[in-house]
C-alpha cells in the first residue's frame, strides 16, 4: 500500500488550496482513510477522516472549512481547504489502515498503518 499526497503550497490567508491523496494497493473504500497534520514543535492532529461508505467528519478547528471528498476513481481522496488561516501552516498527511476502526480510534495516528511523505502547506498572514 503507498499513499502520496500533492497540491500543497503557500497561499495568504483566506486563500484555498486543493490536497489530493493518490493511493496505490489499497481503495478509498476498502476503511477509513484519514488526513492529518503536523506543524513545527506540535504533535501530529487529525483533520479529517473518511469511511468506508463515504461519511465524514472533521476536527472542530476546520470544521465548515476543509471538505474530505472521493475523486474520479477509487484511488484518490481530496482534501479541499478554504478560508485558510495561518494555523493552518503544516505539514498535511493522508493515511489508511487496513483493519476497521471504530469512531472512537479515528483521530489516532497510531491506528494508522500506511502514511505517504506528506506535503507542506503554508498560510501567510
Known amino acids: 500500500v503507498q499513499l502520496v499526497e500533492s497540491g500543497g503550497g503557500s497561499v495568504q490567508s483566506g486563500g484555498s488550496l486543493r490536497l489530493s491523496c493518490t493511493v496505490s494497493?489499497?481503495?478509498?473504500?476498502?476503511?477509513?482513510i484519514e488526513w492529518f497534520r503536523q506543524a513545527p514543535g506540535k504533535e501530529r492532529e487529525a483533520v479529517g477522516v473518511r469511511n468506508s461508505l463515504g461519511a465524514t467528519t472533521y476536527a472542530d478547528s476546520v470544521k465548515g472549512r476543509f471538505v474530505i471528498s472521493q475523486g474520479s476513481d477509487q484511488n484518490t481522496l481530496s482534501l479541499q481547504m478554504t478560508s485558510l488561516k495561518p494555523e493552518d501552516t503544516a505539514i498535511y498527511y493522508c493515511?489508511?489502515?487496513?483493519?476497521?476502526?471504530?469512531?472512537?480510534?479515528?483521530?489516532?495516528?497510531?491506528?494508522?498503518?500506511?502514511w505517504g511523505q506528506g506535503t507542506q502547506v503554508t498560510v501567510s498572514s
Open positions: 493515511a489508511a489502515t487496513d483493519v476497521v476502526l471504530s469512531p472512537n480510534n479515528r483521530g489516532d495516528p497510531a491506528q494508522y498503518k500506511y
Open positions: 494497493g489499497y481503495s478509498v473504500n476498502d476503511n477509513c
